[in-house]
Structure formats: structure tokens, C-alpha cells
């Protein structure tokens, strides 16, 4: 199953709304998590099951879809969210290629 | 709180066998529902997952390293390891592990977490 992720990145400023999607190449149901990456470090665990915040991840992420399209919506970027955002199936649990958010 | 750190060689020569070993913390290794899992991301690059082993010795590969890899598990240690034989220079990458969940006969899948630090291996002569 490939997952394509896009845009594969993007400027945004403080407070911005910010969208990322992600489209599987064959139906996943609601399969899917995402993760944030900073620079050195492991990936963190954001949203599981497409839709679900994992706990500690504040609320102004949010994830949504299921079948082939997914979303990853940041409600109000703030200065910690510029990193790099990787969506992952978990039926053969291939990841997407990435979306850099940077400081516009 | 269930922590995991990999360890093993930095570098390795081409043609060998690349292992490592990860050590989970905080949490046994043989608890029900978790899958103990490698994942790996090339310098600059995106992740690619390798594979996973149950505590029971039951594993699943990526089929495109398939033919080269070998998860185990040493549930008296607390550990699982990866073997990946015949590198290259293109098995450069930084190594993870992470405990990956399942439950509900698998129904409820939810993701990988937590992670290792990752360690960077480098396959050069």
C-alpha cells in the first residue's frame, strides 16, 4: 500500500491553519496514524485510528478520513510545530513520504 | 512508563551482517497486545518500517527486505534484536525501535509508541 502525503512541504506563519493530506493507494478503513518529527529525534505519535489524539498531544491537532483520504489539520501553528509530519497505514504499516512545516 | 534503547555497532563493512539489539524498560516485553518493532530513515530521507516480532517469536517482515532480515526475541532479557545481512551502502540509516499496539483482534490499532532514540548505523569499508 503506497501513501502520498502532499504537500511535501510547506510556510506557514505563527497562528496559521494548516493542512496536510494524505491518500492511500487502496483502501486502509480507518488505519492510519500520524506522527511529528524535529530535527535528531524520533518520530512522536500524534493520532491513531485516523482520528483519535493520542494522550498529551494538544488539542489543536486534529485528524480526519478514512478509506483512501486522510487530513492532518493544526487548528493554530504554534512555534513547537515546525517539524516534519509523517502519516502511516497500519495494515502493512508503510509510511508517507513526509511534509516539512516550516517558518514562513 | 515503557522506555527502549538500541544498541550496537555504528559501522559496519559491506557484504556483513548489521545487528542490533533494543532493550525495553519500565514494561515487560512479554505483556499481550504489543508488537516490538524496527523501523529505519536514511540521512535526510523518510521512514521505511523493517519489521515486528511478538513476544511469542511470531514475526512479520516488510517484504522488500524480507530476504535479509531476522527479528528475535530474549524475553529473559527484556530485549528484541534485528539482523540484517548483506549491507550495502543504501542500509545507511538511523535505527529504530518502537512498541507498536494492537487490540481488540487487532480492530483497534494504535500506532507506534514509544520510540528508541535511534542509533545511526553507517555501512562503509
Known amino acids: 500500500i503506497q501513501l502520498t502525503q502532499s504537500p511535501s512541504s510547506l510556510s506557514a506563519s505563527v497562528g496559521d491553519r494548516v493542512t496536510i493530506t494524505c491518500r492511500a493507494s487502496?483502501?486502509?478503513?480507518?488505519?492510519l496514524a500520524w506522527y511529528q518529527q524535529k530535527p535528531g529525534k524520533a518520530p512522536k505519535l500524534l493520532i491513531y485510528?485516523?482520528?483519535t489524539l493520542q494522550s498529551g498531544v494538544p488539542s489543536r491537532f486534529s485528524g480526519s478520513g478514512s478509506g483512501t483520504d486522510f487530513t492532518l489539520t493544526i487548528s493554530s501553528l504554534q512555534p513547537e510545530d515546525f517539524a516534519t509530519y509523517y502519516c502511516q497505514q497500519l495494515n502493512s504499516y508503510s509510511f508517507g513520504g513526509g511534509t516539512k512545516v516550516e517558518i514562513k | 512508563q515503557v522506555q527502549l534503547q538500541e544498541s550496537g555497532p555504528g559501522l559496519v563493512k559491506p557484504s556483513q551482517t548489521l545487528s542490533l539489539t533494543c532493550t525495553v524498560s519500565?514494561?515487560?516485553?512479554?505483556?499481550?497486545?504489543?508488537?516490538w518493532s524496527w523501523i529505519r530513515q536514511p540521512p535526510g530521507k523518510g521512514l521505511e518500517w523493517i519489521g515486528y516480532?511478538?513476544?511469542?517469536?511470531?514475526?512479520y517482515y516488510n517484504p522488500s527486505l524480507k530476504s535479509r532480515v531476522t527479528i528475535s526475541v530474549d524475553t529473559s532479557k527484556n530485549q528484541f534484536s534485528l539482523k540484517l545481512s548483506s549491507v550495502t551502502a543504501a542500509d545507511t540509516a538511523v535505527y529504530y525501535c518502537?512498541?507498536?499496539?494492537?487490540?481488540?483482534?487487532?480492530?483497534?490499532?494504535?500506532?507506534?509508541?514509544?520510540w528508541g532514540q535511534g542509533t545511526l548505523v553507517t555501512v562503509s569499508s
Open positions: 516480532i511478538y513476544y511469542s517469536g511470531s514475526t
Open positions: 519500565g514494561g515487560s516485553i512479554s505483556s499481550g497486545d504489543y508488537y
Open positions: 487502496q483502501g486502509i478503513s480507518s488505519y
Open positions: 518502537a512498541s507498536y499496539r494492537e487490540m481488540v483482534a487487532a480492530t483497534l490499532r494504535l500506532g507506534f509508541d514509544p
Open positions: 485510528a485516523a482520528s
